[in-house]
């Protein structure tokens, strides 16, 4: 997108800036906080919400960049889509 598209929509909140940007934010995200259970192949982790739910995460682009590891017992924060609740997306790590 041009400068001059986003300068025209000074009044964007967060989650329109997401949805601008290509992001998976907007409405069809929910977030929540789990426990990382399990490290699986391919960078995928296996994560116990605080509801009750496991759900199969990979880690986001901003985590890879960073180089920020991932262990087995951190606390994280999850993003999954409403239309498949058993996969998401590790968007933060708690210190």
Known sequence: MRENELSNNAELNL???DVVAGGAGGSNCDESDGQVTDA???AMFQVQLDNGNSVTCCTSGQLRMNF???QP???VRVQTRSGDPSQG???YRYK
Do not use: E, H, K, T
Request: aromatic share 0%; proline share 7%; hydrophobic share 40%.
């Open 89 to 91: 997306r590790i968007v």
């Open 40 to 42: 699986l192949p391919n």
């Open 73 to 75: 017992g951190d606390r």
């Open 68 to 70: 920020v590891r991932i």
């Open 15 to 17: 989650d329109d800036l």
